[in-house]
Every structure is written in structure tokens, then in C-alpha cells.
């Protein structure tokens, strides 16, 4: 009883004050620009006020951010499922990590604007392209971190294990994948960060729907505020995503409290 | 020969040779030079030698996670590296660190085996439950590793591999990293409960004191796993077991067998 209650008295997420009074100042030295800018010559469009973001806030159409988040989702799965298997195979065949290993080294330099690009050129749709890019950045991260993991997993483990001699698929799932769970969580909090990164410089080249898109209309119409609504949206995505992840990294890493 | 194990088969080691290249130098080593050694069904055999000397390649052959260079090592007539999942259910390990998973509680951990044998759920509960209990552990099942003491840890380590109901246990310097008063309190139980399983048990130790406490036999090694001595304890009477000692320190020491060592 009382591990327990040591064990659920660590908190889940915190929300420092300080992280309150920050924002709190940005928010009045921004409004105090924008009240200032005209008598500075600056466009009152470039600075707008809080109740001008508020109202493009409460413009916002909720099916760009769902596609938005769906893509992000989808795509991180899809390259999670790729790394972790290919990261899998790589762990077991030495060849196989001689001849992989170089090439996921190249394609992790390749600017994310290159493979926009090259998505443009190659693939005619648009959801194909975005989940192209998203994958082809994400998934060699995830690669990357697991393999690196898996190796790291400490030599007295894999012996022990290795002595009640389980099959490759329950050496896997009873000692690989649990020793990793740690490293996958801070794999896919950076990956998230990334994906919202990527997702929207994708939307801007060629979709019709989602933030990015909307982001791009925004900027056509010169609306500084619109920008400013869609950009705190994809903020508040990013912070919801990584708290639902640090919310399940909490219930499954209970051990380590 | 014994192949299905209806209970501990012999165990023959013939010219066992271990040679590892270094990977720095490219240089060999020579870690087990034709060993020759059997040991009988239920024997409780400690293995005895100087750090460096052999003794764990040795035990990692023995568990089949190493292949011999040269000789061989059958139990009954199965070689633990070559029929590598045969061993399966039959063979246990306890080692120095307690090596438990830190994810999984005290009984997860000690159910950790049966469930790689594949046994029903029930079951693998009610066996981890009971080990845990002979070991003392009954109010700390549900705690995880980093929550236990070192000695707790280790008998938690020990019920994984009583768990098993294994043929064959091997324990690697499974008590020379706890207090000395922990050390011979778990070495006790460990050997009871090995006894009263009825398997044979391999104890490889540094300790001259476990080895002469433990073993219905010393296997004294050399340098290269040389068999330097073949000691049966019960020939020798408690009282001269500081002699035996004496005797079995400077067989380490000369690298040859101490002429009290043939008196018994």
C-alpha cells in the first residue's frame, strides 16, 4: 500500500508559475506594440492587438486543424511502425546495418525543403506527398533512437535473458522493446516538435486544406493576425501532443518513479 | 544416455578448448585449454579458481551462450550450445548481479522464465508465488527492483531460477557481492532449496570459505580452466577444513596440486 502511494504521488504535468508570468509580459509587450506601432510608423496590420487575434482565433475552421492532426498522427505511426521494424532487423543482421546505416545517414542531411520538392516532382497527390515528407524526415529518427537503444541495452540483460533462452520474438517483446519504451517517448516528443515543423512547410506547397494552407491564405491576404491565430493553434497542438505522450510515458514508466 | 531428462543427466566435459582472439590486439587467448570433468546427476559441485582463470567462460558455455573451439561439453547426450533450445525449462542461472528487469515487479520477475517456457498464466503465478515465498519475499511481490535491497534483489534472482524447476542450476559468484552475514544466509537457502529440488548445482566462486561450505565437490582451476584438483569434501572432516583451505590456496598459489590435497 504504501509503494503505491509513493508511487501515485509523483505529479503527472506541472504548469510552473513562472511559465504563467512569462507569457503574461509577452502578452502586455505585444499589446503595448500594437498600440504604439502607428505612432512608429509601422503598418497597424504588421502588430495587431489582442482582440484583433482573438477574433481571428475564433475564426479558425476546425477541419484544417483535425486534417492537420491527422496527418501528423498518421504519418508518425506509419514511421514509427518503419523504423522500429527496419531498427529491429538492422539490431539482429550486422550486414544489413552496413549497407542501411550510411543511407539513413544521408537521407537524415537532406534539407526538409529538398524533399518538399522532390514530393512536388515525383508524386502527383497531395496527401501522398505531405506523408512522404513527413515519413521520410521522421522515420530515420525513429530508426536512429531505437537502434541506438537496443545496443545500448545493458550486456548483463541480454545474457540473462539469453540463458532461459527465449525465441527472437519474446527476446524482443520481454526484454528489447520494454528496455527502449524510455527512448521511444523522447523519440516521439521530438518527432512530434518536428512533424508540426514539417507538416506545415509541406501545406504551404500545393494542399487545400489544413494549417499550413491556411497559414499560406493568411499571408496572401496580408493578415498578420489570421498568421498569428493558426501559428497559436499549431503551438497548442504541439503542447496537447506532447502532453498526451508525457501522459502515457507517465502510466507506463511508473517503475522508474 | 539420458535424453529426455526424466531427471538430472550426467554432465561430460571432454578437451574442452576455448580460444578468443582479441579484438584490439588480434592476439589469442586461450580461456579453456582441454578440460576434462564430469559431474554427476544431483552433484553439487562448486568451481573454484582465481579471477581470470576460465571460470566464467566456462559457466557461459555450460548455459550454451559460448561454442566450444575444441572437446565438448554433453549433458546427458544434448550439448548445451548445440541443442540450444532443448535446455529450455531444464537449465536456470543465478548471477553476481541480481540481473532482474527493472519494469517488472519482484513476481513478474520471477515469473519471467515461465513465460518464456510458455506455461499456462495460472501456473507461472502460482510457481513464481510459491518461490517467493520460500525465499522470504511474500510481502514484497508486488515491489519492483530499485525498491528492494540488494539481498532481496538476489533472492528474487534466486526464485527466477528455483521457478524453473530446473535440472541443472548455475550460479556465477551468485553471493560474493552482498555483506558476508547476507552472503552465508542466502547461500544456505540457495543450497537447501537446491537439494531439496533434487538438481544438479554448479556454484562458481572466487571464495575459498563458499566453496568448502557449498560443494559436495571442489573443482580447483588453474590458469586456462586447468583442472588443477578434484576434491570430494566429505572425505575430509570438519575439523581440517582450515587444512583443506591451506591446501587448496597453495594449489592456487603453485598452480599445482598440494600434495594434502591426495590424503583427503
Redesign the interface.
Known amino acids: 500500500m504504501a509503494?503505491e502511494e509513493h508511487r501515485e504521488s509523483v505529479p503527472v504535468l506541472s504548469f510552473p508559475r513562472q511559465t504563467l508570468v512569462s507569457l503574461l509580459i509577452f502578452a502586455i509587450v505585444w499589446e503595448a506594440m500594437s498600440y504604439f506601432a502607428p505612432s512608429l510608423g509601422i503598418p497597424p496590420f504588421a502588430i495587431p492587438s489582442w482582440l484583433k487575434i482573438a477574433k481571428s482565433i475564433a475564426t479558425i475552421t476546425p477541419i484544417d486543424v483535425v486534417v492537420t492532426l491527422a496527418r501528423v498522427v498518421g504519418a508518425l505511426i506509419v514511421s514509427f511502425v518503419l523504423g522500429l521494424a527496419l531498427a529491429m532487423a538492422m539490431y539482429r543482421s550486422e550486414t544489413l546495418d552496413k549497407y542501411v546505416h550510411p543511407m539513413v545517414r544521408i537521407l537524415m542531411a537532406v534539407p526538409v525543403v529538398s524533399w518538399i520538392l522532390f514530393a512536388v516532382l515525383w508524386f502527383p497527390g497531395v496527401e501522398f506527398r505531405i506523408g512522404f515528407v513527413l515519413v521520410v524526415v521522421c522515420g530515420p529518427v525513429f530508426l536512429i533512437d531505437t537502434l541506438d537503444a537496443m545496443r545500448n541495452v545493458p550486456r548483463?540483460?541480454r545474457?540473462?535473458m539469453?540463458?532461459?533462452?527465449?525465441?527472437t520474438l519474446?527476446f524482443f517483446l520481454?526484454?528489447m522493446l520494454?528496455?527502449i519504451?524510455p527512448t521511444i517517448f523522447t523519440s516521439w516528443k521530438v518527432n512530434i516538435s518536428l512533424a508540426i515543423r514539417v507538416v506545415t512547410i509541406a501545406e504551404l506547397v500545393g494542399a487545400v486544406t489544413g494549417i499550413g494552407h491556411q497559414l499560406s491564405v493568411a499571408q496572401e491576404l496580408f493578415s498578420v493576425s489570421d498568421v498569428f491565430a493558426w501559428t497559436i493553434v499549431l503551438v497548442a497542438l504541439l503542447f496537447v501532443l506532447e502532453a498526451l505522450v508525457a501522459r502515457i510515458e507517465h502510466r507506463l514508466?511508473r517503475?522508474?518513479t | 544416455m539420458n535424453t529426455t531428462m526424466s531427471g538430472p543427466p550426467t554432465i561430460e566435459v571432454r578437451g574442452l578448448r576455448k580460444v578468443f582472439r582479441q579484438a584490439t590486439s588480434g592476439q589469442q587467448v586461450i580461456a579453456i585449454d582441454r578440460l576434462d570433468l564430469t559431474i554427476q546427476p544431483k552433484e553439487v559441485i562448486a568451481i573454484v579458481g582465481q579471477t581470470g582463470c576460465g571460470k566464467s567462460t566456462f559457466f557461459d558455455m555450460m548455459i550454451g551462450l559460448e561454442p566450444p573451439t575444441e572437446g565438448y561439453i554433453h549433458i546427458g547426450d544434448k550439448s548445451p550450445y548445440g541443442d540450444f533450445d532443448f535446455f529450455r525449462g531444464k537449465m536456470a542461472t543465478v548471477f553476481q548481479q541480481d540481473r532482474l528487469l527493472p519494469w517488472r515487479t519482484a513476481l513478474d520477475n520471477a515469473k519471467l522464465p515461465l513465460e518464456l517456457m510458455g506455461k499456462p498464466e495460472e501456473e507461472q503465478r502460482e510457481r513464481a508465488l510459491t518461490w517467493l515465498n520460500k525465499l522470504g519475499l511474500s510481502n514484497f511481490v508486488n515491489a519492483y527492483p530499485h525498491e528492494l535491497s540488494g539481498g532481496m534483489r538476489q533472492r528474487v534472482a534466486i526464485a527466477r531460477a528455483f521457478a524453473v524447476q530446473p535440472e541443472i542450476l548455475l550460479a556465477d559468484e551468485a553471493f560474493g557481492h552482498l555483506d558476508e552475514v547476507t552472503a552465508a544466509e542466502l547461500r544456505d537457502t540457495f543450497l537447501k532449496l537446491a537439494r531439496e529440488s533434487g538438481a544438479t548445482a554448479i556454484l562458481i566462486t572466487h571464495q575459498l570459505e563458499e566453496a568448502i561450505a557449498v560443494g559436495d565437490r571442489i573443482a580447483v582451476f588453474g590458469k586456462s580452466a586447468k583442472l588443477l584438483a578434484d576434491i570430494h569434501v566429505e572425505q575430509w572432516p570438519k575439523e581440517r577444513y582450515g587444512e583443506l583451505r591451506e591446501a587448496i590456496q597453495a594449489t592456487l598459489q603453485s598452480q599445482s596440486a598440494d600434495p594434502r590435497l591426495n590424503g583427503g
Do not use: D, G, I, Y
Open positions: 509503494l548483463e540483460l545474457h540473462m539469453r540463458s532461459f533462452r527465449p525465441t519474446q520481454k526484454l520494454p528496455a519504451v514508466l517503475w522508474r
